[in-house]
């Protein structure tokens, strides 16, 4: 699904659930500027998605109409076919990475990140019957999936045998912060997004 498909669904699901948003608001959500926003409400309009409605005169109301509807039906669709793709190729992705460590040397994985794709990384690794030691993160929090969380400054408390890195955006800072607390590069994995 493409970037479009995806800021349709959001601002389709957020007028069916709010047509009375103002689109400053539905900008903050998509997370792209004002005019861009009235550029998309004016374009799902256009498409006969969306009436746009004025009652009472000062406030902008968003109605869905049938089309719109049936769009966002198709859309979620879309969408969910798309993250049961993606969840699929990352699984193909961990078990390739996985496949070259070798089991007589232990298998305890610690995560960096505790994002969805860190949560993707530690189901496949206990499908893989890997034991993650716990995540990395700067984050406050004690735990995620019940495991424990900690700063890299602490990872040398930890016994592990590799590290790997579930924060693609930020994979590189990551990395130099982990060599910076004495991890090797050679302990280091790097999660990557399917093409």
């Keep these: 699904m493409d970037l479009q498909g995806q ?6 699901s957020e007028l069916e659930r709010d047509g009375g948003a103002t689109q ?3 900008a903050i959500k998509l997370g792209v500027a004002l005019g861009l926003t009235n550029l998309y409400l004016k374009r799902l309009a256009h498409k006969g998605f ?7 005169r000062s406030r902008i109301k968003y109605l869905l109409t049938p089309q719109g509807f049936a769009e966002k039906s198709r859309l979620t669709y879309l969408y969910m076919q798309y993250s049961l793709s993606y969840y ?6 961990l078990k ?15 995560i960096y990140g505790t994002t969805e794709l860190a949560e993707l990384a530690y189901l496949s690794l206990r ?18 999936l019940s495991c424990p969380v900690s700063s890299p400054e602490q990872l040398n408390r930890w ?6 890195i579930a924060d693609i955006e930020h994979a590189a800072a990551c990395e130099e912060q982990l060599v910076q607390s004495g991890v090797p590069r050679e302990k ?3 999660l990557s997004l399917p093409e």
């Design 7 to 12: 800021r349709d669904l959001l601002l389709l």
């Design 24 to 26: 400053r608001t539905l």
């Design 50 to 56: 969306i009436k746009i409605t004025t009652i009472p």
């Design 88 to 93: 699929r190729d990352m699984r193909v992705r």
């Design 96 to 110: 390739e990475m996985m496949s070259a460590f070798d089991a007589s040397h232990g298998q305890r994985i610690v």
């Design 127 to 144: 499908e893989m019957n890997i034991d993650c030691v716990g995540f990395i993160d700067g984050d406050s929090r004690e735990s995620f």
């Design 159 to 164: 016994h592990f045998d590799r590290v790997l």
């Design 188 to 190: 280091m994995l790097r």
